[in-house]
């Protein structure tokens, strides 16, 4: 195997794949990166069985030639020092070649590095998914679903099925749920699907989740999403993302969500986000750090933190509008503020139904975006 390739390139490609591989996994083979090399171009692939990803070079792509001098063959590298060689090299251009007994010769400028390769006929085969049950979303989209939602699901491996999101898609739309029991993220988006056709609902770990969003760029380019019995396939031009689903049956959330509210509270989300942020400063005495958010006259809010040892603040916040009842209530300052924060538009209103009930938080005008929280209890 030879080529000479765009250092560049090359380095995206292997950060990555970088995100797939674990120096932890059992199989020995997957500690390591495999690297092909085909006329067409370079795929370079990563694996920890949880989490499987390729990254395509092409040869030539828009009258731009990323890799040249090209002969074909395939090897797996340590991942543990390949990305910092490629990193460091002095050129704009990599030439890496391998001989009959896996030995690897990376040059680029005056700088030769020699590293022992590992048998690629090791490395486990991919599945190629192809599957009846796909769909397409611009990357952006795919993106913000993820963002809005992956903040919410636990990270205790108590309950398995709650470290993972809620993927469903019925009915013409495509729907995003996270929880871990203390508060749900929700983003529903229409789908331009044939009548009739609905995708089995999955559960993506949030880790994968989170890996996959570092990688897509932003772009309105389309992304690809296949599904099958137990693994999701995320597939754009050049990039081939493949996780593992999660087993077991996601709960009943939407029993969760009240259905009228006592008091709704329409303000403004950056005067809410920034007063309940002053708030917990000293409020971080409990772990939760706790603020509690009081209704005044004339559309006034009271958010308060309070820490015995340290000291306490009172803040004043004035709300566009307040309807219905007088509302005493505390509730964790990180979660509301993860939630303004996901649910990414300027005007939100909050919908309470007593101190002691789950509360929502939407936009004003967008109800496929919303954001539950169960209030703490203090006395």
């Known amino acids: 195997m030879k080529f000479v390739i765009q250092r560049d390139q090359l380095m995206d490609s292997v950060q990555n794949v970088m995100k797939a591989i674990s120096s932890r996994t059992t199989i020995p083979i997957l500690t390591g990166m495999k690297l092909e090399a085909t006329t067409e171009g370079i795929k370079l692939t990563g694996s920890d069985s949880d989490i499987s990803i390729e990254s395509f070079i092409p040869a030539e792509e ?3 030639v990323y890799v040249e001098g090209i002969e074909p063959g395939n090897i797996v590298l340590q991942a543990k020092y390949f990305p ?3 990193r460091k090299l002095p050129q704009n251009t990599v ?16 700088a030769e590095f020699h590293l022992n390769g590992q048998d690629p006929e090791e490395y486990p085969q991919l599945p190629q998914l192809h599957t009846e049950d796909s769909f397409e979303l611009p990357i952006d989209l795919l993106k913000n679903l993820i963002r809005q939602t992956v903040f919410a699901v636990s990270t205790s491996e108590t309950r398995p099925i709650l470290t993972g999101v809620h993927v469903k898609m019925d009915e013409g739309s495509l729907e995003f749920i996270a929880t871990d029991s203390h508060r749900l993220a929700s983003r529903k988006v229409p789908l331009d699907q044939p009548e009739g056709k609905s995708l089995p609902a999955v559960v993506i770990p949030g880790k994968s989740l989170t890996e996959l969003n570092k990688i897509l760029g932003d772009s309105d380019d389309k992304i690809e999403i296949s599904v099958t019995d137990n693994q999701v396939l995320f597939r754009t031009k050049h990039l081939y993302f493949l996780s593992r689903l999660l087993d077991g049956n996601y709960p009943e959330t939407s029993r969760l969500i009240p259905e009228q509210s006592k008091t709704v509270v329409k303000i403004d989300a950056k005067d809410l986000l920034q007063s ?13 750090n706790v603020v509690r958010l009081v209704t005044k006259e004339s559309n006034h809010l009271e958010i308060t933190g309070n820490s015995p040892e340290v000291g306490n603040v009172v803040e004043e916040v004035t709300a566009n509008d307040v309807e219905g009842e007088d509302l005493k209530i505390s509730f964790s300052a990180k979660y509301m503020m993860d939630a303004l924060k996901a649910v990414d538009y300027d005007q939100v209103k909050v919908e309470f139904t007593g101190a002691m009930r789950p509360f929502l938080i939407r936009p004003v005008d967008d109800d496929q975006i919303l954001q539950l929280i169960l209030p703490v209890r203090t006395y």
Do not use: M, P, Q, Y
């Open 95 to 110: 030439e890496i070649s391998s001989d009959e007994s896996r030995n690897v010769t990376i040059r680029s400028g005056n």
């Open 276 to 288: 309940v942020d002053r708030a917990s400063l000293l409020a971080k005495e409990n772990r939760n």
């Open 84 to 86: 910092d060689i490629v």
């Open 62 to 64: 828009d009258g731009i």
